[in-house]
């Protein structure tokens, strides 16, 4: 079992800037992969960003140029900032993991942390 908890986001203006954090605690140890996923209002959730354990990172499409992702693995940390805030970034940020045991593989999610931004 993995627990993930966000914290961050709130209302923002369009322009600036806010970090996102989840810390994972339980099975943390794991993790295939950690990181962001988005779930705009009346939109189906979209993959934001992923770390692997080689440090590779992978983003969606929405969120090249103004999205880094970054972890602290001392703090069982993942970290998203995201630069230059626009409208359309107005979503409910969900911190994601996945462990691999064998052939078992299992998605966590955490409760999710509100972005809105206002133009």
């Known amino acids: 079992q993995v627990q993930l908890v966000e914290s961050g986001g709130g209302f923002l203006q369009a322009g600036e800037s806010v970090r996102l954090s989840c810390v994972a605690s339980?099975?943390?140890?794991?993790?295939?992969?950690i990181g962001w996923h988005r779930q705009a209002p009346g939109k189906q959730r979209e993959m934001v960003a992923r770390i692997f354990p080689d440090g590779t990172k992978t983003y969606g499409k929405s969120a090249l140029g103004r999205f880094i992702v970054s972890r602290d693995t001392a703090k069982n940390t993942v970290y998203l900032q995201i630069h230059d805030l626009k409208p359309e970034d107005t979503a409910v940020y969900y911190c994601?993991?996945?462990?691999?045991?064998?052939?078992?593989?299992?998605?966590?999610w955490g409760q999710g942390a509100p972005v809105t931004v206002s133009s």
């Open positions: 994601y993991a996945q462990t691999v045991v064998g052939s078992v593989v299992n998605d966590y």
């Open positions: 339980g099975s943390a140890f794991r993790l295939n992969a």
